[in-house]
């Protein structure tokens, strides 16, 4: 028969001394042969009394004989001992003796080594595999240890975490592309081979912020990335007149591009008094009804009751891969539900709405044109706008203005705006003004000439005007309908402050998405895209519109930017603030 292989010839035979087996697979010893004693920790019953040694006990558990020479350590603080029945009565004393405190031990890290990951359908041989990893381990250890800037030690990486690198950067190439695993991984040895210190920077700023909190992306940079034009101010500003929106487009994009007549404006109030006030919810899309003034049975504002809506848009997965072409639900980015499972994440005390039709608009606050240069002689300069909105029993309100000087940024204007309506909600997840900002704001008009402007960058006390007529006007204190007018979506901000300006430089316009309208970039998604800058990281604290208005002044320097140096190569000059195209013969006329 088969011979026995002794798995269980540490274990006392239960039939012991009686057993009849022959060939016995469990150990038959004498009481002299077994352990005087065992002791035996046990787990997670801390803190609970010794065991009463008159009271039922368990099936006794046999160990090994001890054959180590090492001292059992003394039992834990609040852990009991357990006796075995022929052993010493000296260990059932243990409650007697101190008790030392528990210490958690050190978790062992686990040590990887230079072997490739298994995958189910290995592209190449396993020596291939090794051989090529340890190619990119030893480019990769060649770049860490010339990053010898102490101020950027979160670029180096410790040893284990290049071992670890190389392997995931191997295996993501053997599965994403079998059919070409030689070729792409070659080519990527070799341009790590050929890569400087500045290129691995980047690269692994990158991988930092894939994985790391923003804070820390920012401190290894230690400047933000400088626009050079090759244009002076003056002349940059006088380039923008080739970004100009051309006039007939703007209404197809949302803008006033002419004041609207009586007729209109009467139409509308007729459309309105019919509606007897009811609209639909901007958030939730629920029919409610506004009562501006206030109701007079009880005071509301709003019928409907609570809100209950999803803050973020709905927006479909991508595909994980080319073979991924199923069906997918959109999902909600606030809180990862999708759009058939929830009503909403998010709960307000009532409902609002917003007026998009530019009759409606002008019912409330007519739309001006900018005044000519004569009555307001303004500054050879362009201006960046941004507006925060919020909602009231009127719809969708200026409550922030604010402008600067292009392209230095320079603080032109900044001031809240008391809205027509009542304030239904201040919008402060994204317009960043809370009610605090208004109860600590002061009026506009205390502030006295001898006040010291605020320097760039630096916190001031916001100030107040009474209606956004006002804010208007001041707006228009350095405007002329000659001055270029900066921003990013400018047909919001301009219906928000009813101006009908012609001289537009909308970033939206500069920059349009690849699939035409309604899409539109973002003002965050562009900085991103062309100046790799982080803008709008409040939060839930909300938008700063400085902050806004010069990130869309620093993507319209990036455009001219852009366009001027391919005019250069076509060649093109500049004289003063004049620009030459090239002509066969002379130096050209000016445009």
Known sequence: MFSSIGLFKHIDCPEHPHCSLLNCIFAHRSVSEVAPATVSLSEGRLGEADIDQNGPRKRRRLTLPVTASREIPPPARGVQTKAVENGPA?????STSPKPEITSLPAKTVQVSLNPKMIKNPPAAHGVRIQLITMIHEQMVRLNEEVQDSSQNVLRLSPQELIIGALEEEESIAKQNPAVYLNI?????????????????????????KRAPVELVARTESTPKIIETGLSSSQEIAFLSKLLAKQVDLARHGYVPYALSDEEIAQARLGVEAAQGWEQCDRCKTRFQVFPGRREEDGALTSGGTCTYHPAKPRRPQAKDKADKGHKEAIYACCNETVAESAGCTQATTHVFKISEPKRLALIMPFKETPPKELTPGPNTAVCLDCEMGYTTLGLELIRLTATAWPNGEDLLDVLVRPLGEVLDLNSR????????????LSYECISVD??????????RLRIVESPTIGRDLLFEHLTPETPLIGHALDNDLNATRIIHPSIVDTVLLFPHPLGLPLRFGLKALMKKHLDRDVQMGGDQGHDSKEDARAAGDLVIFKVSEMWKTMKRDGWTER????FPPLPGGAGAPI
């Not at 000296?90 to 243990?94: G, P």
């Not at 790590?192 to 920077?201: C, F, I, P, S, V």
């Not at 003063?576 to 620009?579: D, Q, S």
């Open 90 to 94: 000296s260990l059932n004393e243990s």
């Open 185 to 209: 991984i070659k080519l990527r040895i070799t341009k790590l081979k050929k890569m400087k210190l500045a290129e691995w920077k980047e690269e692994r700023l990158k991988q930092i912020a």
């Open 430 to 441: 994204f317009s960043g003004v809370w009610p605090k900002d208004y109860a600590n704001a």
């Open 451 to 460: 006040e010291e402007k605020p320097s760039k960058g630096s916190e001031q």
């Open 576 to 579: 003063n603030t004049e620009f």
